[in-house]
């Protein structure tokens, strides 16, 4: 259990140390200096860095620094696998998934910065789970460390009209318009990526 715990902690400080850009993209990595970074021993730094790099935040033991190919490739993901979520949300959800979804746009409207991420996040995941499909559902848990950093891109730059278009999707799944609400979710992934591309 300790074991268990050291490596935990290890993964989430390496992890929030990529998000906050503490480490260089493409800087090498070594659980040497992780580990005295941390004050901790080499294994719990070993089984972070195994965790790291099955998200696809480590690559070779180097931070990653994707190419605009791995952007586009991970946003064509993305795109496929919500559009299919966000078709069933629009045919399956429910009142009270409709009216989270709600607050998330509320609370991003008058939110800051951070509480904007928070419901960013929220907001997708909603509608990810409404899929019902649960290999779907870890196949997008899976990259969530990838996708965070796209998410901090486009919400710490300001990229414009994010949350309208969240307001756009919300309302073709409350009037069940299943093909417009996949062509917006697809639209405004897109937007993301165009966006991320130039900020990057």
Sequence with gaps: MKQYTASNAAYEKIRDAIFEEKYERGEKLTEVKLADELGVSRTPVRDAMRKLEEEGLIKDKRVINPTIKDLMNTFDVRMLLEGYAVRQAARYMGPDQIEDLQQCVEAAKRGKTEEIMDANKE????????????????????????????????????????????????????????EQAEWLMKSHLKKDLDFSIHSW
């Design 123 to 178: 907001f997708h995941d909603i509608i990810v789970k409404a899929s019902n499909n649960d290999v779907l559902i870890d196949t997008i848990d899976r990259m969530q460390s990838v996708i965070f950093l796209f998410r901090r891109t486009v919400v710490y730059h300001q990229r414009p009209r994010l949350i309208e278009e969240h307001e756009a999707i919300l309302e073709a799944i409350r009037n069940h318009e299943e």
